[in-house]
């Protein structure tokens, strides 16, 4: 079993900005990816950024530029740095880990990210 817990979110003006971190803890040998993903009000969820085993990351194209998907393998943690922040970028944002082992997806209870004009 894989356990997912999302901190860092908060209250930012438009053009701050602020650094998730997501914990992870369990089989995390059996993780393949790492993803931050984000839902706003009435919309679906969405994949922000990811991160896989070997180091490769990809970006949503309303992110690319502006936030950086990174880990420290050390502490277990994969962080989000969101930089340039605008208010569209307001949503909860949800970590998610990829279990090969279990073929499945392990979600967090989310934070709530607000940017405000």
């Known amino acids: 079993q894989v356990q997912v817990v999302e901190s860092g979110g908060g209250l930012v003006q438009a053009g701050g900005s602020l650094r998730l971190s997501c914990a992870v803890s369990g089989k995390i040998f059996s993780i393949s990816v790492m993803g931050w993903y984000r839902q706003a009000p009435g919309k679906q969820r969405e994949l922000v950024a990811t991160?896989?085993?070997?180091?490769?990351?990809n970006y949503a194209d309303s992110v690319k530029g502006r936030f950086t998907i990174s880990r420290d393998n050390a502490k277990n943690t994969v962080y989000l740095q969101m930089n340039s922040l605008k208010p569209e970028d307001t949503a909860r944002y949800y970590c998610?880990?990829?279990?090969?082992?279990?073929?499945?997806?392990?979600w967090g209870q989310g934070t709530q990210v607000t940017v405000s004009s």
């Open positions: 991160l896989n085993s070997g180091g490769s990351t």
């Open positions: 998610n880990a990829y279990s090969d082992l279990e073929s499945a997806d392990h």
